[in-house]
């Protein structure tokens, strides 16, 4: 229990260097920029993939389990499009994402750190908390929005195609069931938890690779460690959001 | 110059540094030596400020490191050059991004002058065309040159070297220890280098300390040390074989 609480201090008390004004903006402006390309655009690519064959699970699923003549076929395209923006593009999606993009910052980091790269920072009065992470928080609360959109396009499109492929619903099925009952609100929930989960991944690990001492192994306890908190602490504010954004 | 009073580490309880004071003068290569867990590394990070002292004083010319806050000091460590053990380069910057880091982030030159100033440390530590190449394409010898070249970049009052020479042949061993008495003597600041490494006590050892199991044990230079009648001193001077037989 004292390492919850200690843990979590030193987690509030790194934040607290983080979370000041950087020493250049130029250089925190293209350091941005990078992050925005390692930890969003390289990840286009697998969202994309696991997002289509999701959709497309979701869609073949609900048309092999709809028995009822009474249920119209556009239920299929009406289920694919709820769950894909409800919960899979922005939970399961940000998930994948812990695995991916917060492994990668912890190890980044935890290996600075291990080669004393954090150290030498510190020794030129840079303040290394804030030059490492907080460009790479930022860059995540700005890009996974846009991966988390990508997604859902390529979550319904999965559906469809899938859809059209097997032959079990047509395009006009699909496409009607996509549009019954349409919530704005629902893209609005949806990228509101993205940027707290974006949050949760880049702060997280960049805690724990900062925090990260000694040699290989426990850079790579701190990448494990970095995908494991992020991943349950996603799951708990996942639970939370949805009780206060859709009650 | 800077000064360590009475300096006290400890960690989890086991006392790494005890009462230590010593004085570092401008202008000298001072070298604090000692067996491997001694603690001459932890008073190095003392120094620096990478670990915080349990009671004393660190004095860089007559200002108390250790009661600065954290804006102060990271104003006094503009003035600080450190080059680690390892090298500690910026793996995802290149040679001259790395020199030039520091430049980017505490001055405002244009690129021409910051391009400049770079070509002129890596000049001085000897490198040349060496630009455009990664850390990891570098020997260990010229990680060093390179990581005193940014040490240097900003003019530093203060050099600090975590064992300058661990890794490296004793021909380039020698090449890096002449490199920090030439900076020293050629800028006139204060150098503090951490080693275990005889040749480079012998050969740049202007002001030396000896540090054994966390306490100030012995103070001279390269000439006394050969004739010391400290028996710990002599252990560990004479250590090798090479060495022992020279004696003999």
Redesign the interface.
């Given at each position: 229990m004292f390492k919850v609480f200690s843990t979590t201090g030193n987690y509030v008390m790194l934040m607290k260097r983080v979370f000041t004004p950087p020493?250049?903006r130029g250089?925190f402006w293209n350091q941005m920029l990078t992050e925005i390309n390692n930890l969003g655009l390289e990840s286009l690519g697998i969202v994309a993939f696991i997002s289509m064959f999701m959709g497309a699970v979701v869609a073949i699923q609900t048309a092999y389990n709809i028995d009822s003549p009474l249920i119209p076929m556009s239920m299929v395209g009406f289920t694919v499009r709820q769950s894909v923006i409800l919960e899979f593009s922005p939970t399961v999606i940000s998930l994948i994402l812990a695995g991916k993009v917060g492994s990668r910052i912890a190890s980044e980091i935890g290996?600075?750190r291990v080669?004393?790269?954090i150290?030498?920072l510190?020794?030129?009065?840079?303040?290394s908390a804030n030059y490492l992470i907080f460009p790479k928080v930022v860059a995540s609360i700005l890009i996974n929005p846009v991966l988390i959109v990508f997604s859902m396009w390529m979550g319904i499109l999965g559906g469809w195609i899938a859809m059209v492929a097997t032959g079990l619903v047509s395009t006009n099925d699909f496409v009607q069931g996509i549009r019954i009952d349409f919530e704005g609100y629902t893209i609005f929930y949806a990228l509101t938890k993205t940027v707290f989960f974006a949050f949760i991944i880049s702060s997280i690990s960049g805690f724990f690779g900062y925090e990260t001492r000694g040699g290989a192994l426990e850079v790579g306890q701190a990448s494990t460690n970095a995908v494991v908190f992020s991943s349950v602490i996603i799951i708990l504010f996942n639970l939370v959001l949805t009780q206060l954004l859709l009650t | 110059m800077i000064e360590a009073r009475n300096i006290d580490k400890t960690f989890a309880g086991h006392h790494v540094l005890i009462n230590v004071s010593c004085t570092f003068e401008k202008g000298k290569t001072n070298l604090i030596i000692g067996q491997s867990g001694s603690g001459k590394t932890v008073l190095m990070k003392c120094l620096?400020?990478?670990f915080e002292v349990d009671n004393g004083k660190v004095i860089y010319d007559e200002r108390d490191f250790t009661k600065m806050n954290f804006e102060q000091?990271?104003?006094?460590?503009?003035e600080?050059?450190?080059l680690?053990?390892?090298g500690?380069?910026?793996?995802s910057m290149n040679v001259e991004q790395n020199v030039m880091?520091?430049l980017?982030?505490?001055t405002d030159q244009s690129l021409e002058e910051k391009l400049g100033r770079v070509n002129f440390v890596l000049k001085r530590v000897n490198l040349e065309d060496v630009n455009r190449l990664m850390p990891s394409e570098l020997s260990g010898g010229m990680r060093k040159r390179v990581a005193i070249a940014r040490a240097i970049a900003?003019n530093p009052q203060y050099l600090?070297c975590d064992e300058p020479n661990s890794g490296l042949d004793p021909q380039t061993s020698g090449v890096i220890d002449h490199l920090i008495r030439e900076i020293t003597q050629e800028y006139n600041i204060t150098t503090i280098v951490n080693t275990h490494d005889m040749n480079s006590v012998l050969s740049i050892g202007d002001s030396v300390v000896f540090i054994y199991k966390g306490e100030l044990w012995w103070k001279g230079d390269k000439e006394t040390i050969l004739y010391t009648e400290n028996p710990e001193l002599n252990e560990f001077v004479f250590g090798t074989e090479l060495t022992s037989r020279l004696k003999r």
């Open positions: 020493q250049k250089i290996t600075m080669t004393e790269q150290d030498a510190e020794i030129m009065g840079v303040n | 620096v400020g990478l000091r990271k104003t006094l460590r503009r600080i050059g450190m680690f053990q390892g500690a380069l910026f793996d880091f520091p980017n982030m505490f900003m600090f």
